[in-house]
């Protein structure tokens, strides 16, 4: 029931609430993203769904514009293209919060595998235990994020994203929660060099 029902009603009450809450604080960042560099306020970008649709992801941008086009994905603290007020989101996590609307779109979870680009899948097409991945919503947070955050392998991230799949449950996912934002809010592991 909480697998097919219950999740859903409560990603979405909790998304609904937390644009409400955060409302402020959003628009807030917003006008500090605007104030620190040129370029949109939201990032945009494609990634792998549930079921393996395509679908555009919402995040505050935290590099300077363009910036995926002209070096790919930042794994480094010291990347040039990464904004003052950027690097601060990262850190924080706060770079996420718009991804609240893709929950409320149905798009996405509270808690699930994070959704990767397309192309960060294409070695791992013929395994089909990883493909399960994406049985389920990929969530604004996943349980890679308790320990490894972005330090993580695809290896380690996808072993854990199964894990998490098999025992998908209404109590796993409150505990998985708070676990999760102790470790966001220690700032650890935000990079892959950081491990």
Known sequence: ????????????????????????????IGLMIRLDSKGPVIFKQKRLGKDRKIFTIYKFRTMVDHAYEIGGIANSSNDARITKVGAVLRRTSLDELPQMFNILKGDMAIIGPRPILPVEFE???????????????????????IDYRASASRELQFDMDLEYIDN??????????FQIIKTVVSGKNVYREEK
């Open 1 to 28: 029931m909480y697998r097919k029902f219950g999740k859903r009603v409560i990603d979405f009450t909790i998304a609904l609430i937390g644009i409400i809450v955060l409302a402020i604080p959003m628009l807030i």
């Open 123 to 145: 070695e791992f097409e013929g395994n089909e235990a990883y493909c399960r991945r994406h049985d389920i919503l990929p969530g604004l947070f996943c349980t890679v994020d």
């Open 168 to 177: 998908l449950s209404f109590a796993n996912d409150v505990k998985y929660f």
